[in-house]
């Protein structure tokens, strides 16, 4: 029952408001300014994640540098 009293009134807020998040990506309008916002912001935050990845990458690259070095082996 308590399910219900949560639920029920956020199904019906669902149903109502879902004109209203709307965007123009959802409406596929091409030469929006919100659209090509987001195409920029989508690209950034890609840049920032494989920048974060190469780090990262750097990272394991050097512990695995300095494991062969302590353990005087030459190959790399």
């Not at 998040?21 to 929006?32: G, L, R």
């Not at 989508?42 to 190469?54: D, Y």
């Amino acid at each position: 029952m308590r399910i219900l009293k949560v639920f029920v009134p956020l199904f019906f807020l669902m149903l109502v408001a879902s004109p209203i998040w709307a965007c123009s990506m959802c409406f596929k309008d091409p030469n929006a300014s919100m659209t090509s916002g987001l195409k920029q912001a989508m690209f950034i935050l890609l840049i920032a994640l494989f920048t974060v990845f190469a780090a990262f990458l750097k990272f394991i690259w050097s512990f695995r540098k300095r494991s062969h070095m302590f353990n005087g082996s030459k190959e790399l």
